[in-house]
C-alpha cells in the first residue's frame, strides 16, 4: 500500500493566520530523513524551520519560494514513498480539503515509529527539548549540547544545530541538500539576498550572514551595496537624485498590514499625563546594588505596569472579534528593535517577578531578537505591551496597539522640568512622559483613567514595587 501524506501551512500560536515559503530546503523528487529540514516559513516576524517527522520523499512542491502568503492549512507540498504512482498523488491533491492546522505529524491511523536505539558511546540525559535526530547526532559523536541555543520552537535543539555545533562556530550554517546549479556553492542566503546580490555583482561567499542561524540576508547585502558605492564612484550631478528602490520583503508586509488592519478597525484613544521619577531613579540606583542587578528604568516600569494591570484586570485583556478575554496574570510585551523589525517578546507573569528577575528575561528576549532567535513561545499572547523610545530622546508619542491587546503604553524620555512643590515653591524634577492608547470597544474611559492614577501612584512611591 503507497503512503500519501499531505504538507500544509502550520499553525504557530493563536494570532498567526498565514505564511510564506521562505526557501525550500530539498527539490521535488528528493528523499528526506526525520530531523531533516524541509523548508523555512515566515510569518510577521519569525522565520522558522521544518523538520521532517518521518523518513518519505517530496513527490509535489505545489508551492515556491518566494510566493505571496498562504493561509494555514493551504496545500504546501505532497509527500510518498517511491511506489506512489503520479496519477495517486493527482487524485490525493484534488480530493483534499485544507485543514486549519499542521499536517506533517504521523497520521491518525498509523503510529509513529518507535525511537531507535543510538549507537552512541554515551548517553545524553537531559531535560532540555531537543529532536530525536539532533539527540541521536550529539550522543554518537559526542557532542556536548549544554553550550547550543535551540534554535527550533520553543528553543528546541535541532538537528542542524547539533551538525553545527560539530562544525564549529566559525563555520556556515547548514543548508538542505538542495541541488544548486554548477559552480555555485551551497550558500546559506534568503532567497532576496541572492536576488540583490546579483543585481549589485556582490559574492554572497565574502558577506558573514546575520540572520537566524548565519542566514545572510537583505540587510547584510545592502550594507555591502552602502560600503562599496563609494568605491566605484556612483556620483550624481547636482540637481540629479535618483532612488534606489527596495521592495518590502514578506515580513515587513505582514507588519505593513498587521498595523493598518488594527488602526482602522480598533477605535483608538489616549490618556496622556507625566509622572515624577526621580523616587524611582533613587530607589533603582540603590536596589540594583542590593539586588546585584542591572535593571534598566525600563525594567522597573514593566513592574510598575504589572502590577497597576493585576489591580485594574479591566485594562489587562485581548479582544477576539465580540469576546472579551481577561486574565489575573500579567503577561506584558515589550517592543524591541530586531533585524526583521519590531518584535514585541512578553515577559510572563510580570506581576509575579522581582526585579531582578524581570531584568533577566528582558535582556534574554532583547538578545534573542537581536540575533533573530525568538520562538513563537517568546512572542505568542501577550496581555499588555509597552513601547519606549525615551532612549531616542522622543519626548512622547502614541503607539499603535498590539491587537488584539487591549492597550499599549508608551513613554518617553525623562527630562529635568520645572515644578511646584507642596510649600508653593519653585524647584526641578525628572519627568517621565507616558501616553496609553486604548481600545475604546472593550475598554472604558474612567477604566483606563484609574489604571493610569495607580501607574503614577506605584511610579512616584516606588517602595510599593518591592511589596
Same mark, same amino acid.
Given at each position: 500500500m503507497t503512503d500519501i501524506r499531505p504538507f500544509c501551512m502550520p499553525k504557530w500560536g493563536i494570532e498567526m493566520t498565514e505564511g510564506t515559503i521562505a526557501e525550500w530546503m530539498i527539490d521535488e523528487g528528493q528523499a528526506f530523513t526525520r530531523g531533516q529540514t !524541509?523548508? !523555512?516559513?515566515?510569518?510577521?516576524?519569525?522565520?522558522?524551520?521544518?523538520?521532517?517527522?518521518?523518513?518519505?520523499?517530496?513527490?509535489r512542491r505545489l508551492v515556491e519560494a518566494g510566493s505571496e502568503a498562504h493561509p494555514v492549512g493551504t496545500l504546501l507540498g505532497i509527500f510518498g514513498d517511491a511506489g506512489a504512482s503520479d496519477a495517486e498523488i493527482d487524485a490525493f491533491i484534488a480530493a483534499f480539503r485544507p485543514a486549519n492546522t499542521a499536517v506533517t505529524a504521523q497520521p491518525a491511523d498509523k503510529p509513529a515509529p518507535?525511537?531507535?536505539?543510538?549507537?552512541?558511546?554515551?548517553?545524553?540525559?537531559?531535560?532540555?527539548?531537543?529532536?530525536?535526530?539532533?539527540?541521536?547526532?550529539?550522543?554518537?559523536e559526542g557532542v556536548d549540547i549544554d553550550p547550543i541555543s535551540g534554535s527550533g520552537r520553543n528553543g528546541r535543539i535541532t538537528h542542524q544545530d547539533v551538525v553545527r555545533a560539530l562544525r564549529g562556530p566559525a563555520s556556515p550554517a547548514l543548508r538542505g541538500p538542495a541541488v544548486l546549479p554548477d559552480g555555485e556553492v551551497a550558500i546559506y542566503a534568503s532567497?532576496?539576498?541572492?536576488?540583490?546580490?546579483?543585481?549589485?555583482?556582490?559574492?554572497?561567499?565574502? !558577506?558573514?550572514?546575520t540572520g537566524p542561524r548565519g542566514r545572510i540576508a537583505k540587510a547584510d547585502v545592502l550594507a555591502r551595496v552602502s560600503a562599496i558605492a563609494p568605491a566605484r564612484g556612483e556620483m550624481f550631478a547636482a540637481g540629479h537624485n535618483p532612488p534606489t528602490i527596495e521592495p518590502m520583503d514578506k515580513i515587513r508586509k505582514l507588519v505593513a498590514r498587521k498595523v493598518t488592519e488594527t488602526k482602522r478597525d480598533v477605535p483608538h484613544f489616549y490618556l496622556r499625563m507625566t509622572v515624577d521619577i526621580d523616587a524611582l531613579l533613587a530607589l533603582r540606583k540603590t536596589a540594583n546594588l542590593v539586588l546585584g542587578t542591572k535593571a534598566s528604568l525600563n525594567d522597573y516600569l514593566v513592574r510598575a505596569v504589572a502590577l497597576a494591570l493585576v489591580r485594574h484586570p479591566g485594562v489587562n485583556i485581548q479582544v477576539h472579534g465580540d469576546n472579551i478575554h481577561r486574565f489575573a496574570r500579567a503577561d506584558v510585551a515589550i517592543a524591541v528593535a530586531a533585524p526583521s523589525g519590531l518584535v514585541m517578546p512578553v515577559i510572563r507573569?510580570?506581576?509575579?517577578?522581582?526585579?531582578?528577575?524581570? =531584568?533577566? =528575561?528582558?535582556?534574554?528576549?532583547?538578545?534573542?531578537?537581536? %540575533?533573530?532567535? !525568538?520562538?513563537?513561545?517568546?512572542?505568542?499572547?501577550? %496581555?499588555?505591551?509597552?513601547?519606549?523610545?525615551?532612549?531616542?530622546?522622543?519626548?512622547?508619542?502614541?503607539?499603535?496597539?498590539?491587537?488584539?491587546?487591549?492597550?499599549?503604553?508608551?513613554?518617553?524620555?525623562?527630562?529635568?522640568?520645572?515644578?511646584?512643590r507642596a510649600d508653593n515653591s519653585l524647584g526641578f524634577a525628572t519627568r517621565l512622559a507616558l501616553s496609553l492608547s486604548v481600545d475604546h470597544r472593550a475598554i472604558d474611559g474612567a477604566a483606563a483613567a484609574r489604571f493610569m492614577a495607580t501607574l503614577r501612584e506605584l511610579i512616584e512611591s516606588p517602595e510599593a514595587l518591592f511589596a
Open positions: !524541509l523548508c !523555512l516559513i515566515e510569518t510577521a516576524k519569525i522565520t522558522n524551520e521544518v523538520e521532517a517527522e518521518f523518513d518519505l520523499v517530496l513527490r518507535a525511537d531507535v536505539p543510538a549507537d552512541a558511546p554515551a548517553k545524553i540525559n537531559t531535560n532540555r527539548a531537543i529532536s530525536r535526530e539532533a539527540l541521536r547526532l550529539a550522543e554518537a532567497p532576496l539576498a541572492r536576488r540583490l546580490a546579483a543585481m549589485h555583482g556582490i559574492d554572497l561567499s565574502s !558577506l558573514t550572514g507573569s510580570a506581576d509575579l517577578m522581582r526585579i531582578d528577575q524581570i =531584568a533577566a =528575561a528582558s535582556r534574554a528576549l532583547i538578545d534573542k531578537a537581536g %540575533t533573530g532567535r !525568538l520562538s513563537y513561545a517568546d512572542m505568542d499572547g501577550g %496581555t499588555f505591551s509597552i513601547s519606549n523610545l525615551g532612549m531616542f530622546g522622543i519626548d512622547q508619542f502614541d503607539a499603535i496597539i498590539n491587537a488584539p491587546q487591549g492597550a499599549i503604553l508608551a513613554i518617553g524620555a525623562a527630562a529635568r522640568a520645572p515644578m511646584e
